[in-house]
């Protein structure tokens, strides 16, 4: 956590996968909040990413990327129900990357 926040905090890059985990198959994981208390903690904007799950090694896959956001800003701590609720909007993003995907409004 020590390493992924000081990337952050120097401008890298970092790839999460907001369910903590590789999925297989059909069946939504819960995403876990690490993410997005990372984000908020040093600022950061969260880029949502959809990668399909029918894919085959060594085979083009389409990922869709969509549009950057950032953890508003808050006065008060935050309880972990309000961070489960982030974490659930930003797998929303992502999902409605897959959706559009599927309906040939984006290619």
């Known amino acids: 956590?020590?390493?992924?926040?000081?990337?952050?905090?120097?401008?890298?890059?970092?790839?999460i996968f907001p369910?903590?985990?590789?999925?297989?198959?059909d069946g939504d994981v819960a995403p876990k909040i690490g993410a997005i208390r990372m984000a908020e903690k040093v600022g950061a904007p969260l880029l949502p990413v959809y990668i399909p799950r029918?894919?085959?090694?060594?085979?083009?896959?389409?990922?869709?990327?969509?549009k950057p956001f950032s953890v508003p800003k808050v006065s008060e701590k935050r309880?972990?129900?309000?961070?489960e609720l982030l974490a659930d909007q930003l797998m929303e993003r992502i999902y409605d990357l897959g959706k559009m995907l599927e309906a040939g409004t984006i290619s």
């Open 19 to 25: 369910e903590g985990t590789r999925t297989h198959g």
């Open 54 to 66: 029918e894919k085959k090694n060594f085979k083009r896959t389409k990922i869709i990327i969509g």
């Open 79 to 83: 309880s972990k129900k309000d961070y």
């Open 1 to 15: 956590m020590k390493t992924a926040l000081s990337c952050l905090r120097k401008g890298k890059k970092l790839a």
